[in-house]
């Protein structure tokens, strides 16, 4: 009898424990409006601000052990292009010296292509999070 009372038990406790109900929530077309216009608000405000950091590309030019070289490396790039902005990061054991802050990879290209005749050594085009500032008509269309 004791068997049969935990036979049933055991049974209806699968059964409940197995069964797949459904849940459907109903949302206010409202809140998914307010959704996307934080959305908006929260993009236009990272675009305004003057520390904004995107994926990117950047050339890296060497890679060494040495400091000197590095630093000379970083002196020849800011006399010969000064409209880019080039830096010096050292990564134990290497200091890596780095060249641009480019949204697509087309533009990094370009400038690899006249780095690449200046440095015989092999120049990098590498992924890296790099300085973003909005251009003119951006800042012109976030502000409507």
């Known amino acids: ?10 049974i209806a406790f699968s059964a409940t424990a197995f069964s797949q109900d459904s849940l459907r929530i109903y949302q206010d077309s409202r809140l998914e ?3 996307s216009k934080k959305a908006i608000q929260h993009k236009k ?12 590309y950047r050339i890296q030019v060497v890679a060494t052990q040495n400091r000197e070289e590095a630093f000379k490396v970083k002196a020849q790039l800011m006399q010969n292009y000064p409209s880019h902005k080039s830096y010096t990061i ?8 780095k060249i641009g802050n480019f949204t697509n990879r087309e533009e990094a290209e370009v400038l690899k292509k ?3 005749l200046m440095f015989k050594q092999n120049v990098y085009i590498v992924r890296d999070m790099v ?14």
């Open 90 to 97: 050292f990564q134990a054991p290497y200091f890596r010296v």
């Open 33 to 35: 409006a307010l959704n």
């Open 45 to 56: 405000a990272a675009l305004l601000s003057r520390n904004t950091k995107v994926q990117g």
């Open 114 to 116: 006249s780095l690449s």
């Open 131 to 144: 300085e973003y500032t909005p251009t003119e008509d951006e800042l012109f269309l976030m502000q409507e």
């Open 1 to 10: 009898m004791m068997k049969n009372i935990f036979l049933l038990l055991f």
